[in-house]
């Protein structure tokens, strides 16, 4: 098979699983779970097959058109370059991770084939934006992207948190299509056609007459779907979905496809020094407001997703300095331990019979309890705190190498201003400290809880353990492959400098040095035996893990904990922090009470003015055919009276007329 | 023939009435008294009887029009079976005897209007049509039983079998209609 | 003879029928009336035959037949009137109003809604029945 037609099957495969488990599942759920994996699986192998046969060398570039569409041609495409190929084996390995890792989170749920089908649609979706060429085709999958997480982080809908969150995620990202719509129109317009590599001629020739309008409509999307400031706020509620749809959309797909779509079209954001200056921006206000925010989480989940959007923001950030090469290898290395860490997370959480922090850190034992998700939840820390030699901590330097290169202007044709440098720099080594602080504050709330044991539920599934320790394999040693996979990307070199490396370890070492010394001294000022109050517990502790989870989100989170470190790091900042600083009640006084009140303004119009006028033409017609029906009396005199003095008239009228006739 | 019934009609003022004429127009106003009667009477009996007189002033008319057969028909049949019947029919649908204060309907005033309306525009165009038509009623005999009975059954005969049928129908249809039907028949 | 004479007297017998017809109440007035108007158009054709001195006397054939058929027409006209009384215990036309619209159905001209209409229209089709 030549190497496009590989890439055609690759998302073709998980789409004809998809179909084949919506069809089937109710008729032979025994078929479901092997078309869950298989497909997905098999994705996986032809993307590394695809990535192999590419080699970072030749761009693949194949299209057909079906049919013609106008002034601007619609092509069936595909662009496989370096980024394309790599994004593409991500996506399909944390894929079939998430599904192997399904089959046993969620055994008993009912939903288990519908879940598992559009789970396989979403992986179908990123696979198509990945490898489309033609950015019609590339939105396709991203709205499917945006209604397929609708539908899987309101899995629980019996909870009204899930279903208030996937009505937030599809709403917020809507908010950002939309002008990415516009923008896409516009981009599409100016250069004359939907190809990518049209688009990327056109920018290359100057071709773009407005390229700060175009990059900040599509901005707005990016930003929405990648979770930036100040659209990120979708994402921490999502958490309402079942776990491994939290590791998929954080690790590998919805979030990723905002930053693989900017890195892809680089060169258009790059036409535009105020759309850099505005992405630098929003990735420094992301970058270290999630981190804050996530130091002050008591929901595990929670402070994991608040760690994606910082992360984001790195990536973000890396893009904004004009590398793209630096922003999606943070992108691969990211999506490797984010996995693991929300895999690891649903572990923990099933064990625990609680996703609350202040829960888990008055249970002893945990860690003994499910050592894999231990071990490896300790590496994904240690890889999302960047501490060296974990994946982490190489991508994390190649963004900042970027950074420092960009503000420094030592870089010869660069293509963002010095200031985006200055501020990705600055607000990635403080993202750093408060990274390591809010990682080990997880850490350490998490497995060196003290007070009662921790129940005991038995071994997890092995298809849960075993996905771990796959998935941190790369979130250990991806790192080190840095010298290899710059070839495959734009050619930067993504190796660590020593000064950056130097600064952002030390403050990475100092800020988990200072949150352990200081959870050190609350630990021991609060007494162990003092009679905590009993603390909300699932129902059914024993049952699947994803009822589990299920339940623990109606759990009401225990007041403050004077133990945790977090609070005593943020001082007075801790409740705007935990609150998201606020950005729920700014978008409710901004958008939605106009909306609502714009929607109580139409429905009176609708009501009381245009029903007016319907009603009005009904009564009418009913009056008249009441003064009609009035004639019918039912007496026959009464219309033979009527029928003569009818004829009499016309006899009048026709003798009157033969006389004027006769006359004239 | 008609230019020679004008020169008559000239010859003839209303002023000078023939002695036919006085006849006819006393007897026509007895016999207008009497359908009036019988169209405003509240005793339905009487309405009844009033009508025979119509019907017989009517009569004397035809007779007068020279029309003996359909005069001696009119008697025979109106006034001596379709009064009968309507007599009986009045008795068998247990109409009051007496004044009956209901006997016209609210449907008074218009039928009023529409019968004067009907009255005045009818007399108008005949008077304006025949003021000086003259009819001859001399010469030839022309309603004799001879007569009649040569050009019904020369000229008319199909017709007047068909209405034999027509009135066999109607017989038969009459007894179906008002006879009683039994129980547990529909 | 004038034929001014018989024409005006058929005239206004046939409006005095008209009269009767339009407003007696008595189903069986009513018939008479309609006698009263049959005759008006007898007169005029004996009248019109007796003036053309017609060859085939169409006119007084055609009287000959009215009267037949009027035979007829009281015959029938007084066998429905016969079980119409037996039907419905009288035989006053104006009490005959079957076709009316029904009066209960004025109530529902104030409610907007159509939900009452179901229960005028089935005594209709019962009373009709």
């Known amino acids: 098979m030549t190497t496009t037609t590989l890439a055609v099957l690759v998302p073709l495969l998980p789409f004809l699983g998809s179909a084949a488990g919506l069809l089937l599942g109710r008729t032979a759920p025994g078929f479901v779970r092997p078309l869950a994996v298989l497909p997905t699986l098999a994705a996986a192998v032809l993307a590394v097959l695809v990535a192999v046969r590419q080699g970072g060398d030749e761009t693949i570039n194949a299209a057909t058109q079906l049919t013609p569409t106008g002034s601007v041609p619609i092509d069936l495409a595909l662009y496989i370059d370096g980024f394309a190929a790599l994004v593409a084996v991500l996506v399909g390995v944390v894929a079939t991770c998430v599904q192997i890792y399904s089959t046993g989170y969620l055994r008993d749920d009912p939903r288990y084939s519908s879940y598992a089908a559009l789970v396989s649609l979403f992986t179908s979706a990123m696979l198509l934006v990945v490898y489309s060429g033609d950015l019609m085709v ?68 100057g071709g773009l007459d407005h390229p700060t309008l175009i990059a900040l409509l599509l901005l707005a999307g ?4 990648s979770a930036q400031f100040p659209l990120h706020t979708w994402l921490p509620d999502a958490m309402a979905g079942p776990t491994p749809v939290s590791a998929l959309i954080h690790a590998a797909t919805m979030v990723a496809a905002g930053i693989y779509f900017t890195a892809r079209l680089l060169p258009v954001f790059a036409a535009s020094a105020a759309a850099m200056t505005v992405l630098a921006v929003m990735a420094a206000i992301t970058m270290v407001g999630s981190a804050l925010a996530a130091l002050a989480q008591d929901d595990i989940k929670r402070v994991l997703a608040y760690s994606t959007i910082g992360q984001l923001g790195y990536m973000a950030g890396a893009l904004a300095v004009g590398d793209r090469g630096a922003a999606v290898f943070h992108l691969l290395s990211h999506a490797a331990f984010k996995a693991l860490l929300f895999l690891a997370a649903g572990a923990v959480i099933h064990a625990a019979g609680t996703n609350s922090l202040t829960a888990m850190s008055r249970m002893s034992g945990l860690a003994k309890r499910i050592p894999d998700a231990y071990w490896t939840m300790t590496v994904a820390l240690l890889a999302l705190a960047a501490i060296p030699p974990f994946a982490g901590f190489f991508s994390k330097e190649a963004v900042l190498v970027a950074a420092e290169h960009t503000a420094l202007g030592d870089q010869a044709g660069q293509a963002a201003p010095a200031g985006a440098g200055w501020t990705v720099l600055v607000a990635g080594l403080l993202t750093a400290l408060l990274t390591a602080a809010y990682a080990l504050r997880l850490w350490l709330r998490t497995f060196r809880g003290r007070g009662a044991e921790a129940p005991d539920h038995g071994r997890q599934p092995i298809a849960m353990t075993s996905v771990l320790w796959v998935l ?26 020593v000064t950056t490396a130097v600064l952002g370890t030390g403050l990475a070492v100092a800020g988990a040095a200072v949150t352990y010394a200081i959870w050190r001294t609350l630990t021991a000022r609060t007494p162990v035996a003092a009679p905590a109050p009993p603390l909300p517990h699932v129902a059914h502790p024993d049952a699947d893990a994803g009822q589990v989870e299920a339940e623990a989100l109606h759990l009401p989170h225990p007041a403050e904990d004077p133990a945790d470190p977090g609070r005593a790091l943020l001082g007075p900042l801790h409740g705007p922090a935990a609150d998201g600083f606020h950005l729920d009640a700014v978008y409710r006084t901004a958008f939605v009470r106009p909306v609502l009140a714009g929607a109580s303004l139409v429905r009176f119009l609708d009501r009381e003015v245009v029903d007016t006028y319907v009603r009005a033409a009904g009564d009418s017609a009913k009056g008249l055919g009441w003064l009609v029906r009035r004639a019918q009396t039912g007496n026959v005199q009464t219309y033979l009276s009527a029928l003569l003095a009818g004829s009499v008239v016309l006899a009048i009228a026709a003798v009157a007329l033969a006389n004027a006739v006769a006359g004239a | 023939m008609i230019l020679a019934a004008q020169a008559a009609a000239e010859a003839h003022g209303f002023l000078s009435p023939t002695g036919v004429e006085i006849a006819f127009l ?22 009844a009887l009033w009508l025979v007189v119509a019907l017989g002033g009517l009569a004397v008319e035809y007779l007068l029009l020279t029309a003996e057969f359909i005069a001696w028909v009119q008697v025979l049949i109106y006034v001596g079976s379709v009064v009968v019947l309507l007599l009986f029919g009045l008795m068998l649908t247990k109409a009051p005897i007496g004044r009956s204060p209901d006997a016209d309907s609210g449907n008074r005033p218009a039928a009023v209007a529409v019968a004067v309306a009907a009255a005045a525009a009818l007399v108008w165009v005949v008077v304006d049509a025949f003021r000086t038509t003259w009819i001859d009623l001399d010469g030839a005999v022309q309603g004799s039983t001879k007569v009649t009975g040569e050009f019904l059954f020369r000229h008319w005969v199909l017709p007047f079998e068909a209405l034999s049928v027509l009135l066999l129908a109607a017989l038969v249809g009459a007894i179906v209609l008002s006879r009683k039907k039994k129980e547990g028949e529909r | 003879m004038h034929l001014v004479y018989p024409a005006v007297l058929a005239a206004l017998l046939f409006a005095i029928g008209v009269y009767g017809v339009l407003a007696r109440r008595n189903a069986i007035l009513v018939l008479m009336s309609v006698e009263l108007m049959l005759n008006a158009v007898n007169l005029n054709l004996v009248a019109f035959d007796v003036w053309l001195r017609d060859t085939l006397h169409a006119g007084q054939a055609l009287t000959l037949f009215t009267i037949a058929v009027a035979a007829a027409e009281i015959g029938i006209g007084l066998a429905i009137v016969l079980m119409v009384h037996r039907n419905k215990g009288t035989a006053d036309v104006d009490r005959l109003r079957d076709t009316a619209e029904d009066p209960h159905d004025s109530s529902d001209e104030t409610s907007t809604d159509g939900t009452s209409d179901g229960t005028p229209t089935g005594e209709k089709a019962e009373a009709t029945a």
């Open chain 1, 222 to 225: 990016v930003a929405g779907k």
């Open chain 1, 138 to 205: 590339l939105l396709v999958g991203w709205e499917i992207m945006g209604i397929c997480s609708y539908f899987l982080v309101g899995h629980y809908w019996e909870t009204p948190e899930a279903r208030a969150a996937s009505l937030k995620a599809f709403l917020v990202t809507k908010l950002g299509d939309v002008p990415f719509l516009i923008g896409l129109f516009a981009l599409a317009a100016d250069a004359g056609t939907f190809r990518i590599t049209g688009v990327l001629g056109a920018v290359a020739n």
């Open chain 2, 26 to 47: 006393l007897v026509g106003l007895v016999t207008l008294g009497a359908a009036l009667v019988t169209v405003t009477t509240r005793q339905l009996v009487h309405a």
């Open chain 1, 472 to 497: 941190a394999v790369p979130s250990l040693g991806f790192g080190l492959t840095a010298t290899y996979v710059d070839d495959w990307f734009d050619g930067h070199a993504l190796t660590p400098t």
